[in-house]
């Protein structure tokens, strides 16, 4: 069983920057497909930005040129670089992680606050 753990979430002005952290229990190597979600008071769940094993990286058009995801296989966590923050970006934020294709973890998520 692995476990995700975020970090990296707070309270920021708009305009400011968060970087997200999820580490891995053990090592991402085999993980097909790592990405982040985020979910709103009242709203349904998400998909902010993955990457897959190639390194290729994917967008939710509403992050597109603000977020950056990336991962550090020496450290086993995936971040996420948000820049450019919008009052609208607020959401718990969760990572999930898959590998086999039939295997998902998903974190306990961490709370990212914008204030305008």
């Known amino acids: 069983q692995v476990q995700l753990v975020e970090s990296g979430g707070g309270l920021v002005q708009a305009g400011g920057s968060l970087r997200l952290s999820c580490a891995a229990s053990?090592?991402?190597?085999?993980?097909?497909?790592m990405g982040w979600y985020r979910q709103a008071p009242g709203k349904g769940r998400e998909s902010v930005a993955w990457i897959i094993s190639s390194g290729s990286t994917n967008y939710a058009d509403s992050v597109k040129g603000r977020f950056t995801i990336s991962r550090d296989n020496a450290k086993n966590t995936v971040y996420l670089q948000m820049n450019s923050l919008k009052p609208e970006d607020t959401a718990l934020y969760y990572c999930?992680?898959?590998?086999?294709?039939?295997?998902?973890?998903w974190g306990q998520g961490t709370q990212v606050t914008v204030s305008s």
């Open positions: 999930h992680f898959r590998r086999y294709l039939t295997q998902d973890f």
């Open positions: 053990g090592s991402i190597s085999s993980f097909n497909f």
